[in-house]
């Protein structure tokens, strides 16, 4: 039976921690030393750690969108422990976890290949047992690897981490803000050419592997527009209006005059740029796959085929603009 315990707010090394906290936020009590400054968009704080629910462990990693946006989730790298003549590799793990947590929701099995033995060769890339548990919005999980692995931070064997899943109430604090500016500069558009692909566009949304229905941002608006909230910066929805004028696999390149900026929208997304925003133009050669043709600006990536006589005259059109565009060219591999 599960034991009924606060998951919205704990301690991480006798120091607070709740859901909503932003890195910036947790910067004040952890410490900013050793910061990840990598250009990924999204975010990873990794700082010396003791464990956690009665585990030792070897470090502590923060992990979220952006700064300033709320820590999606939290991981623990464990310290290998000593197992009984007859436990297996994960057995003292469990037993720590299951007085706490009780019975995990479910397990993942996965035997090291035939021939390969515990902590052997390379035998702790893999993850032999994966059990996990949900408290509501919160999911635990706990990852044992087929060997010790050599981190930064010391040796670990396992992997604990715990993750909030309610995308609606983390972006509380920023939608107000999103609906407004979305708003705003939906309020003046003027449409300066429409292209139409080959290939339909596909609304932007974050799949989530751990859920049942890891789509269901797809058919939820209201997790949706949470989601652009939160991970974007420059993504918004386009207008109903809009969107039921427009095909699938139409792109309207468009001006904003309220916010005194282009528009680059297909029938579900749209971003906004100007003269200081980088520009691609990808000719992607086949390989793997049968290659194709992108462009992005900003937060929007649009698709179609090889050599896509749409997206050639939407670069002639944004070059005669004034636009610089950045040509890139690599396999679909």
């Known amino acids: 039976m599960k034991k009924k315990m606060n998951w919205r707010e704990f301690e991480i090394d006798n120091k607070p921690f709740k859901w ?179 290939y339909s566009q596909m609304k932007n949304f974050r799949r989530h592997y751990e859920l049942p229905d890891d789509s269901i941002a797809d058919k939820n608006d209201e997790i949706r527009t949470a989601q652009l909230a939160l991970y974007y910066t420059n993504l918004f929805r386009t207008t109903n209006d809009l969107s039921n004028q427009m095909k699938p696999n139409q792109i309207n390149l468009m001006y904003s005059d309220t916010a005194q900026k282009y528009i680059l929208a297909n029938k579900f997304d749209f971003t906004t740029f100007d003269n200081e925003s980088n520009i691609e133009f990808r000719k992607i050669l086949p390989a793997r796959g049968r290659g194709g043709t992108e462009i992005k600006i900003a937060d929007i990536t649009i698709r179609d085929k090889p050599h896509s006589v749409s997206l050639n005259n939407l670069k002639n059109k944004l070059e005669t603009l004034g636009f610089s565009l950045k040509s890139l060219e690599y396999y679909d591999d």
Not at 53 to 59: C, F, H, K, N, T
Not at 94 to 116: R, S, T, V, Y
Not at 124 to 141: E, L, M, N
């Open 20 to 198: 909503g906290q932003t890195f910036n936020d947790i910067f004040d009590s952890f410490g900013n030393d050793n910061l990840n400054k990598s250009t990924s968009p999204w975010k990873i704080h990794t700082v010396n750690s003791n464990g956690f629910l009665g585990l030792d462990g070897v470090s502590c990693e923060f992990y979220g969108p952006s700064f300033d946006k709320p820590i999606s989730s939290i991981s623990f790298e464990l310290k290998p422990l000593k197992t009984g003549l007859f436990q297996k590799p994960y057995s003292p793990y469990m037993k720590q976890l299951e007085a706490i947590l009780g019975k995990p929701d479910g397990i993942h099995k996965n035997p090291l290949p035939k021939g390969k033995k515990y902590n052997e060769g390379y035998s702790s890339g893999y993850v032999i047992y994966a059990p996990h548990w949900w408290f509501g919005d919160f999911r635990i999980g706990l990852s044992v690897y087929g060997g010790v692995r050599n981190e930064g931070f010391g040796e670990t064997a396992a992997l604990l981490y715990i993750g909030w899943f309610n995308e609606i109430e983390m972006a509380k604090p920023y939608i107000t803000g999103f609906y407004k500016k979305e708003t705003t500069i939906t309020k003046g558009l003027t449409l300066i050419e429409a292209f139409e692909l080959e």
